[in-house]
T-cell receptor, first 113, second 112 residues
Framework: AAGVIQSPRHLIKEKRETATLKCYPI?????VYWYQQGPGQDPQFLIS???????DKGSIPDRFSAQQFSDYHSELNMSSLELGDSALYFC????????????FGPGTRLLVL | KNQVEQSPQSLIILEGKNCTLQ??????????LRWYKQDTGRGPVSLTI?????NTKSNGRYTATLDADTKQSSLHITASQLSDSASYIC???????????FGGGTRLMVKP
């Protein structure tokens, strides 16, 4: 079965650079979630989209923005990168419902030097 | 404050043995509780979802229990295998939007 696809899988950037992470949800899933997981930490919810509209906002820095496109894929744009942004960034997708399961992608490992 | 706390933080067991992981939560309002398994460097994989009306739910060798009165859940792993070595995370959605609040996880290591 198709899973959530994230690209790139690994990314190395320098401080103050920008990065764009992409997420392709499971076909027919209408909701996308972004999470940030620092080394040894729990995943932290950043932002989610339902039907291309922002549905919830978590601890996403102002330097980050995201959107969901007409084909339901989502992009997380990160500007003015800081060392502390080094983390695993997970995208999850689901089909909106009362108990929908969020299916996580493999993650993008971002390293800021 | 909405919180999800897990114990123990880490656990080492021998292959074939059983173990039980604990989760206490204070998230309100409560709709459901999920257990995820996360291998190092990989995305979490859902094991079970339980609503407040469910007491027990099984998924193969994994059995989750939920006591909505005491706000406690447990995940019991039977006849552990080496591949069970991973972090097990208790997750509760926060609010109607299903933002997931993750517990600290229990890092399980199964040794031969």
């Amino acid at each position: 079965a198709a899973g959530v696809i994230q690209s790139p899988r690994h990314l190395i950037k320098e401080k103050r650079e920008t990065a764009t992470l992409k997420c392709y949800p499971i076909p027919r899933h209408d909701t996308v979630y972004w999470y940030q997981q620092g080394p040894g930490q729990d995943p932290q919810f950043l932002i989610s989209f339902y039907e291309k509209m922002q549905s919830d906002k978590g601890s996403i820095p102002d330097r980050f923005s995201a959107q969901q496109f007409s084909d339901y894929h989502s992009e997380l744009n990160m500007s003015s990168l800081e060392l502390g942004d080094s983390a695993l960034y997970f995208c999850a997708s689901s089909l909106r419902g009362i108990q929908e399961t969020q299916y996580f992608g493999p993650g993008t490992r971002l390293l800021v030097l | 404050k909405n919180q999800v706390e897990q114990s123990p933080q880490s656990l080492i067991i021998l292959e074939g043995k059983n173990c039980t992981l604990q989760c206490n939560y204070t998230v309100s309002p409560f709709s459901n509780l999920r257990w995820y398994k996360q291998d190092t460097g990989r995305g979490p994989v859902s094991l079970t979802i339980m609503t407040f009306s469910e007491n027990t739910k099984s998924n193969g060798r994994y059995t989750a229990t939920l006591d909505a009165d005491t706000k406690q859940s447990s995940l019991h792993i039977t006849a552990s295998q080496l591949s069970d070595s991973a972090s097990y995370i208790c997750v509760v959605p926060l609010g109607a939007g299903n933002m997931l609040t993750f517990g600290g996880g229990t890092r399980l290591m199964v040794k031969p």
